[in-house]
């Protein structure tokens, strides 16, 4: 089991920004995909993000053009980021960062074996 610890969430206003951070316990993304999911109240997890070993990064339509997702520098390897800009109330939601052991991002919460306790983001 890996201990993820999100950080960074709170309440802003429409066309706001954010920044969550996913502390992970070394440079995890080396072998591992990083993902971002967020969940409202009765809905399933939705993936926001993700990004792979070699860099490459998916976005859902939905975030496009306004979240970019990213590891830290050389100091800060251990943490996977998630830029949140020009912010919307339908963003509103507990927002969750997530190890996959492939090597290829999936879209399936399912495909995630450790998950952070999540930190809440409100936009009105």
């Known amino acids: 089991h890996v201990q993820l610890v999100e950080s960074g969430g709170g309440s802003v206003q429409t066309g706001e920004s954010l920044t969550l951070s996913c502390k992970t316990p070394?440079?995890?993304?080396?072998?591992?995909?990083m993902g971002w999911f967020r969940q409202i109240p009765d809905k399933e997890r939705e993936a926001v993000a993700g990004?792979?070993?070699?860099?490459?990064?998916?976005?859902a339509n939905s975030v496009k053009g306004r979240f970019t997702i990213s590891q830290g520098n050389a100091k800060n390897m251990n943490r996977v980021y998630l830029q949140m800009n020009s912010l919307k109330p339908e963003d509103t939601a507990m927002y969750y960062c997530a190890r996959s052991t492939k090597i290829y991002c999936e879209i399936s919460a399912d495909e995630y074996e450790d998950w952070g306790q999540g930190t809440q983001v409100t936009v009105s």
């Open positions: 990004i792979e070993s070699d860099g490459t990064t998916s976005y």
């Open positions: 070394w440079n995890i993304l080396r072998d591992n995909c």
